[in-house]
């Protein structure tokens, strides 16, 4: 717990709680009293008593529906300092075909591993936990972590940030805050390395709860894919959404596109966000909302989403039906 309370450790957690929202008013209050602020969560770090739970929320509609908990600068300042140093041991306990939230890989590195795979193997199944940040068990979770930690201090304090937040007895970790990216990815390495390991499926990627598997053989990947499904209810307390299992070459539904063997295209939900999103955002640049630095904060992100996917036409139609209203 000594390094975590560290007030160098400290300082470099402000600093990456506050990248991209310095001009809050939750940050810049925080900062009117820096030195006492960091003294006082260091306190709190030392008596393993943290300040945590009070949280702000608001629901998103992006692509679904999902409620989001934002929590007080000086408690996304606490998750920054626990991470700063435990990064390394989740970090090494996860497979390399794990892409969610992980430096050098995400979203466009998942799709390129699923489009090589394509090509290499003729069957997928796909499956998705059902309302998974929600049905994360704490026991389980608490589990995990004593076996990859041995701090007791700061077991205690991941227990605390754990008991902040439930959406039914024991279960849930609140989507928004840092920790919970960690613990949520964390919490199905273990069937990472049982589907490598133990079953044999070569063909593994896996985006936060999104898991695809390949094969040649149907029978044998379904079969792969039920013993799966088992150990995720079994020992993680999980339920998964239908499986999906076609072949390759009719393209794989993952992340918001539809990756075949040879190309990459949008679904049409992400069809209907991006058009969405497109007008949202000329509309916020044209009545003053955003100045034009904020605007291309937020399109640049958006466009390299579409142009991921083979989106030229679709795109062209987009901004030139955009243009001609003006």
């Given at each position: 717990m000594g390094s975590i309370a560290a007030m160098d450790n400290l300082y470099r957690a402000w600093i990456k709680a506050r990248r991209g929202k310095h001009q809050k008013l939750d940050v810049l209050a925080f900062e009117s009293q820096l030195d006492k602020n960091l003294r006082k969560l260091q306190f709190q770090l030392l008596e393993v008593n943290v300040q945590v739970g009070d949280y702000h929320y608001f629901m998103i509609f992006d692509p679904k529906e999902r409620q989001i908990c934002a929590a007080p600068f000086s408690e996304r300042v606490l998750h920054h300092a626990l991470m700063n140093i435990c990064h390394d041991s989740f970090e090494k306990h996860l497979i390399g075909d794990t892409y969610a939230t992980r430096k050098n890989r995400g979203t466009y590195a998942a799709l390129d591993r699923a489009r090589s795979f394509s090509k290499k193997y003729q069957w997928f199944v796909k499956m998705d936990v059902r309302k998974y940040f929600d049905s994360i068990n704490h026991v389980v979770l608490g589990s995990q972590l004593s076996q990859m930690f041995k701090d007791k201090d700061l077991l205690k304090v991941f227990d605390q940030i754990l008991g902040s937040y439930s959406t039914d007895?024991?279960?849930?970790?609140?989507?928004?805050?840092?920790?919970?990216?960690?613990?949520?990815?964390?919490?199905?390495?273990?069937?990472?390395?049982?589907?490598?390991?133990?079953?044999?499926?070569?063909?593994?990627?896996?985006?936060?709860d999104d898991v695809?598997?390949?094969?040649?053989?149907?029978?044998?990947?379904?079969?792969?894919?039920?013993?799966?499904?088992?150990?995720?209810?079994?020992?993680?307390?999980?339920?998964?959404?239908?499986?999906?299992?076609a072949k390759t070459s009719f393209g794989i539904p993952f992340l918001g596109y539809k990756v075949?063997?040879?190309?990459?295209?949008?679904?049409?939900?992400?069809?209907?966000?991006?058009?969405?999103?497109?007008?949202?955002?000329?509309?916020n640049l044209t009545i003053g909302v955003w100045d034009e630095s904020a605007y291309q904060m937020h399109i640049l992100p958006l466009l390299a989403f579409v142009e991921y996917a083979d989106t030229l036409k679709y795109r062209k139609k987009i901004f030139w039906d955009k243009s001609h209203r003006l």
């Open positions: 007895e024991g279960k849930g970790v609140p989507i928004g805050n840092l920790t919970s990216q960690y613990f949520a990815n964390h919490y199905l390495s273990g069937a990472d390395h049982f589907a490598k390991e133990q079953l044999g499926v070569k063909g593994y990627i896996r985006y936060m695809l598997m390949f094969g040649n053989n149907k029978g044998q990947l379904l079969g792969a894919a039920k013993k799966f499904v088992d150990y995720l209810r079994t020992y993680l307390k999980l339920e998964l959404k239908p499986l999906v299992h075949f063997p040879y190309q990459v295209r949008l679904n049409k939900r992400s069809k209907a966000r991006f058009r969405k999103k497109v007008k949202e955002y000329h509309d």
